[in-house]
């Protein structure tokens, strides 16, 4: 069965902490893996990940994708109150791109 | 474009009453789909429209849960006899086939589903 684990469930670090959050899959026909940052209400892209060791920056935020050991990371650097939200990492089934997701990762940034 | 318009953001009901939601996605997007999401899990698909055409249903998806696009723009998601289990979130998402962002899903804010 298909699937997507995302670790930790949740962290609560310090302001200014670097964050790696977690996202490994077992999927046939893997095609892609996405990111999506969720605050109050509807969640948010951040990165879509095709190919193995390339890294996907925007700011302070980085992923990259290992397609050999089926496992992603998302990185924070210099983390903000703002960065506080639930990370939701997603891998597309079927040739509709219906997205199954992880459960997240809730991410609490003390300042 | 505003975006994956959702309403209404919030339902209260009694167990038993009927509900809608509303989804106007992204007016060049031709693909919908439906999720929903409750507390401390990811979103769960629900169902996927291309165009008009409804071409997946989950099997979460009972027979109380009906949705439709009858021009393949808004679209519109229906539960009958509401069970308290039905609490949750329910997203709409929009995605186009082709061009920048293709196969990126765009969600809206979501429908808030509260049943007494």
């Known amino acids: 069965e298909d699937k997507v684990v995302q670790s930790p469930l949740s962290l609560v670090v310090h302001e200014g902490d670097t964050v790696t959050l977690n996202c490994s899959y077992e999927?046939?026909?893997?095609?892609?893996l996405l990111w999506y940052k969720q605050e109050k209400k509807a969640p948010t892209f951040l990165f879509m990940l095709?190919?193995?060791?390339i890294e996907k920056k925007s700011g302070r935020l980085s992923s990259i994708l290992d397609k050999k050991e089926l496992f992603s990371i998302l990185n924070i650097t210099a983390t903000q109150t703002g960065d506080s939200a639930i990370y939701l990492c997603?891998?597309?089934?079927?040739?509709?791109?219906?997205?199954?997701f992880g459960t997240g990762t809730r991410l609490t940034i003390i300042p | 474009d505003t975006g994956v318009s959702q309403n209404p953001r919030h339902k209260i009901t009694k167990r038993g009453q009927n509900v809608t939601f509303r989804c106007d996605p992204i007016s060049e997007h031709n693909r919908l789909y439906w999720y929903r999401q409750t507390l401390g899990q990811g979103p769960e698909f629900l169902t996927y429209f291309q165009n008009e055409a409804q071409l997946e249903k989950s099997r979460l998806l009972s027979d109380r849960f009906s949705a439709e696009r009858p021009k393949g723009s808004f679209s519109t998601l229906e539960i009958q006899r509401t069970e308290q289990g039905d609490s949750a979130m329910y997203l709409c998402?929009?995605?186009?086939?082709?061009?920048?962002?293709?196969?990126?899903?765009?969600f809206g804010a979501g429908s808030r589903l509260t049943v007494l």
């Open positions: 095709t190919s193995s060791g």
């Open positions: 997603a891998v597309p089934l079927g040739g509709n791109e219906k997205l199954t």
């Open positions: 998402a929009s995605s186009s086939r082709s061009g920048f962002g293709a196969n990126v899903l765009t």
């Open positions: 999927v046939t026909n893997f095609r892609s």
